[in-house]
Every structure is written in C-alpha cells, then in structure tokens.
C-alpha cells in the first residue's frame, strides 16, 4: 500500500511539474518568439523551420539522450525521465499557445520561474524532462558541477545558434528567461538550506550531548591536534538545517562561550538525514 501511494505521488509530481513547463513554453516563451536551450529549443527552432509539432521533435530528440542517461546513471533515473519526457512532449502539443503577457521581459522572468519550477519538481523525485537536463544530472553526479549552471553553458550554445537564424533580441530575453530556471531550479534542489557545523570547545562531550537532546541532532567527533599547543582536541561534526543554527550557537555558548565554531553550507547528503 505505501509503495503504491509513493508511486502515485511520484507520477502526480511529474504530471505536474511538466504541466507547468509546457504552460512556461505554450504561455510566456514560444507566443513571445523566445527560444529555449536544449532539446525543447531545437523542437522550437524545427518547429518554426518545418511546421511539425513541437512536441513531437522533442521526444524524437530525446531518444538517443535517454538511452545515454541509463547507461550513465540508471534505471529508475530514466524510467521517471521517460515518464516526464513523454508527459512533456504531450502537453507541448496540447496546452494552447497563447501569451499570456506582452512585454518580452515579464514573458521571460515568469516562463523561467514556471518552467524553473517545473523542472525543479520533476528533478526534486529524481527524474529530468530530458535533453540537457540528463545531461546536467550526468554533470552533477560526475563533476560535482549543479544542475543548473551545467545547463545553462549547454543551453547557451544552442540559444546562440538560434540568435544566427532568428532575432538577436529574442535571444536575449531568452537568455534572461533561461537565467532564471536555472536559479529557480538551483534553489529548489536546495531549499532545506542545510548546513555543516565545526565546534572546537573544552567541552564536546556536553555540547555533543546538547545537540543530541535539545535539537535531536546526530553528532561526530572528528579527533584532531591543535598546531600550536600540541593539545588534543575532540572536534564536534554535526549536520543541521538553516533554522536550526540560531538554536545550536545557543546550545554552544551556553555550555562553551569560548568555543570556536565555523558554519557552512551544505548542497548535497547521501544517507540518513531526517529533515525536522
């Protein structure tokens, strides 16, 4: 039963998340003559050249990619980007093309939100629309690099190559629009804001077990050397979210007002990590 709702959850944030893509596309990019990078803006430039639906170049496109991505990255990855191509490609050719804005910058800063949020859903269940997306996936697993930067140096080259054939203006919002999915997409796949906490103190011991107790928060202890007393130290590791950081220099200062303590951010966690 859990399995199948989970199932059910994952094909109703795909649908979603590519229903408002080809909303972005149909309502803000393609009825204001904006391009798109990746496989959705060589659908576009066909499109225009031939006349044949957009939606079905891009799943025609898509095909080679995919097969990339489930020898690169896996089964489940390109089952659900499958899924989310196919839903895409669809709805490009059944939502209605129709502008919803005629001012070429609101186009361009609202298709990229919609789209960025769009993107980001199907991204956020582990899937991708395809094209430089699998790409960018294959980018950030590999090279560490995040999705969105990788994307928008992939899509920049094809925007340039459709500002040669088309309008140059046009390519220029696009960029803009193309700008910001990649933060709406960047920001999505970090929204928890999680951190990684460093505290040097005389006092690991209790403050470990103060970030146990009163934030329910796992806790390691790194062991290390001070380079100038020689004396040795128990360093405490803990992994928190971005609201729970006032509470934590709280904890710590109460017990230590001495310790030494360094906050950074932290983009990515494999294993367990409970999200409070």
Partial sequence: MLKSLASLRLILTIALGTSLSAVAFNQFIIPNRMLSGGVAGIGILVNNLTGWPTGMIVLLLNLPILYLGYRQIGKRFILLTSLAVLSFSVLLDVVPVNALVDDLLLAAIFGGVVNGLGLGLVL???????????????????????????????????????????????????????FVTARIIDTLQTSHGRKTALIVSRSPDEIALAINTKLERGVTFLYGEGAYGRSQLKVVLCVLTRFEVAELKEVVLQIDPQAFMTISDTNEIVGRFVKH
Avoid at 135 to 164: D, P, T, W, Y
Wanted: hydrophobic share 55%; aromatic share 4%.
């Fill in 124 to 178: 956020k269940v582990g899937g991708s629309t395809g094209g430089t997306d699998v790409l960018g996936v294959i980018a950030n697993r590999k090279l560490g690099i995040s999705i969105g930067e990788s994307s928008m140096a992939l899509n920049a080259v094809i925007v340039a190559a459709g500002a040669l054939l088309f309008d140059l203006t046009s390519a220029l919002y696009t960029l803009i629009a193309m």
